[in-house]
């Protein structure tokens, strides 16, 4: 997962302790629960991106998702969406591939409070990677994630949500990249998605999924 960060991802948070192990994954996969009704959805989607030596201006585009995670894109010009923010965090894929949860501790985050968990690996090494995730403790929704390479959170993704009918939607996405995170060589930078106009288990084909010939 984390070599293929500089096409972009996105991200999860932390704890100690053996014991805790199984309630911190828990709370996780309550998380991850959170959001499974949704089976799909399509969007309207504003990408604004501010980074150095990188001209991209503000485009809207047409978001469709299915689960578990299939994404297509519908743009009139180049746009930059972090493909974990379309899959809201991606926890099913970073519980795979981190399996080792552990709670780091608890607080507030944007006036909601938190419970901080840490994911890695079973057998951590000096270059293993890490995921942090801060999951609003009540509505057990993900706020925050954070993807780290060594000593070095190379991305990280805020969530605010807001209710479309019965369920909780992104209403905004915030992800600020490293240096390197999107090709490389690149200086880092912050990348904007603002949603609007779901429509949401309306039953969507997989051919608008399949790509052209």
Known sequence: MLRKLAPLAIVLCLIAGVGHAQSAMQTVKQALRATQ???????TVTVTVDAPNLRIPRRTVKVYYKRPDRVHVESDGIAILPRDALLMGNLAEHIETYANASFNGTGTLGGRP???????????????????????????LLLKSE???GGKAMLTVR???????????????????????????????TIELSF??????????????????
């Open 37 to 43: 009704a949704v089976r799909d959805y399509t969007a």
């Open 114 to 140: 938190v419970r901080c968990i840490k994911l890695a690996p079973l057998e951590e090494g000096p270059g293993s990677g890490r995921v942090l995730v801060w999951i609003d403790s009540d509505r057990h």
């Open 147 to 149: 993807i780290w390479r």
């Open 159 to 189: 969530f605010k949500w807001m209710r479309v009918g019965s369920h909780w939607m992104p209403e905004r996405i915030t992800a600020q990249m490293a240096s390197g995170a999107m090709t490389g060589r690149d200086e880092g930078g």
């Open 196 to 213: 609007s106009n779901y429509r949401i288990n309306q039953g969507l084909s997989d051919d608008i999924f399949t790509e052209g010939p």
